[in-house]
């Protein structure tokens, strides 16, 4: 699925209008009818029913869903922020039918018109949608933070009022909605943390967009699902030998963090390499032998030149930020020259060295969390801005960011993908060292980076949610998610995989 900007989506409207072919106003009575249909839905639409409503065309979508609630038994309480001037074509036309049916609509001109909201209201926010390109000021802010203060359930249209599509509130005046009943496809503000508390729960309502104006549009961010993950999944050759799927090298783990090597290393083991070899401390070797015998093993006190039995390289899960961590990096740098994973102690290393970045390989795969990130890169403002860091980053310097949280991003050469799988579960210890297995691994196998991330990201987060079958958000381990990687690739394959 495509992220598309606010110029887009108004495009995509006018080319539906064109194409369909179908007229401005139907198609507003379309999506208004959308969401009157979910809030018909819902048990709480009974209660007292509060529209606010700006002059623009969410306003217009506003006053259709009051006349369709209207028609439907439910009278709600209109109200329209009026600054003197006429709305939009499409808002006179509502307001003009709304008038036809008699029902009452009252303007709210200065802060003593506002209404008194009870606590058990149902709150419809149609104020301002998605075209918003500067914060709110005045009264738009003033009857935000009044919708804000109720206690009652609020439902934003296409957008929250007071949010921006594709750059941070900073800060701004937002109204915090319980639901948002956005249009057709998901918006990149859907996918920022920071704007979480703002947006509640997103419902994408399908309203009919023509399809085929996607089909040519170049857009700079998208989405990662399950479609285009079972069109990249290789079919395997009944034929081939482990040769045939890489050799993945780990390099993971110290006297203290031993589980970030076990867990990596059982990871790639599990995401169909051929052979896997961990180099840790000698001391610890012992642990990983008995615990996974099928991978290979490297004492790290023997130092480590030749890199050519590997056709993939990840370090630094549980690695540690030491003299010896960072000249094993520094050689690796020197002497490997193909696409690799850094992760972890590893990120950190680089963070002191930053000259480094500009050595790595091409294709190289960097899976910071945003604290690493910023360390790496530098400080953040918001996370938008750190979003489009590392899409321009990932072409400045030709390497594959993951950028590692709830939808994490994918960013290779100048474009971002964001996952769509996965679950708060994954918020503990040991998440990163078994995505780092897994992409390695892919890696190792053959897959493009760009893919390898890509898959990597997404089965990640799947065994994730496959894991709950019988594991909970709060008690998922880390280990679960290696333990259902199986389910995840079966799941991934397309249903014609098998007649291959």
Not at 63 to 79: D, K, T
Not at 227 to 252: E, M, T, W, Y
Request: charged share 15%; net charge negative.
């Amino acid at each position: 699925m495509k992220l598309l900007s606010a110029a887009q989506l108004q495009q995509w409207d006018a080319f539906t209008m064109q194409h369909e072919p179908i007229a401005s106003i139907h198609l507003m009575e379309r999506a208004a009818l959308a969401c009157t249909k979910w809030l018909l839905q819902q048990n709480f639409i009974q209660q007292p029913v509060f529209i606010f409503c700006g002059k623009g065309n969410n306003g217009g979508d506003g006053l259709a869903i009051a006349r369709q609630l209207f028609e439907a038994g439910i009278i709600p309480s209109v109200y329209i922020l009026e600054f003197g001037r006429p709305g939009t074509d499409n808002f006179q036309e509502n307001l003009h039918r709304l008038h036809i049916l008699g029902l009452a609509v009252q303007y709210i001109s200065t802060e003593a018109l506002l209404p008194i909201i009870p606590e058990n209201a149902v709150i419809i926010d149609a104020l301002l949608g998605a075209g918003l390109n500067k914060p709110l000021s005045g009264l738009y802010a003033i009857i935000v933070q009044h919708i804000n203060k109720a206690h009652s359930i609020i439902i934003s249209i296409d957008v929250p009022t007071g949010m921006f599509i594709d750059s941070s509130v900073n800060g701004g005046t937002v109204v915090s909605a319980r639901h948002t009943l956005s249009f057709q496809c998901y918006k990149l503000c859907f996918l920022a943390a920071e704007n979480a508390p703002y947006f509640g729960k997103v419902h994408i309502l399908d309203i009919g967009l023509h399809p085929q104006f996607l089909q040519k549009l170049d857009t700079t961010f998208s989405m990662i699902e399950l479609d285009g993950i079972q069109q990249c999944i290789s079919v395997r050759n009944p034929f081939a030998h482990k040769g045939a799927f890489g050799h993945a090298l780990l390099i993971a783990g110290s006297t203290e963090k031993m589980g970030a090597a076990l867990m990596a290393t059982g990871a790639a083991l599990r995401s169909g390499c051929g052979l896997v070899t961990t180099q840790v401390p000698a001391q610890a070797a012992a642990t990983l032998n008995i615990r996974y015998p099928e991978a290979m093993l490297l004492m790290r006190e023997a130092g480590l030149n030749d890199f050519t039995p590997y056709t993939s390289v990840g370090i630094g899960p549980g690695l540690d930020v030491n003299d010896a961590s960072v000249l094993l990096l520094q050689q690796l740098i020197a002497h490997y020259d193909q696409p690799m994973v850094i992760d972890a102690d590893a990120l950190n290393i680089i963070a002191q060295h930053k000259d480094w970045l500009q050595q790595l390989p091409a294709g190289t795969i960097l899976t910071p969390h945003p604290k690493e990130f910023d360390r790496v890169f530098g400080t953040s403002a918001n996370e938008f801005e750190r979003i489009e860091k590392a899409v321009q980053l990932s072409a400045a310097l030709a390497i594959t960011v993951v950028l590692k949280g709830h939808y994490t991003l994918v960013a290779h050469q100048g474009k971002g993908s964001f996952n769509t799988s996965g679950n708060v579960g994954l918020a503990k210890g040991g998440s990163g060292d078994v995505l780092t297995g897994i992409i390695t691994a892919l890696l190792a196998q053959g897959y493009a980076p760009q893919t390898a991330a890509q898959l990597g990201v997404y089965l990640h987060g799947l065994a994730a949610d496959l894991a709950l079958e019988i594991q909970s958000e709060e008690s998922l381990l880390a280990t679960d998610v290696i333990e259902n990687l199986g389910k995840a690739f079966s799941y991934c394959k397309p249903t014609d995989f098998f007649n291959h």
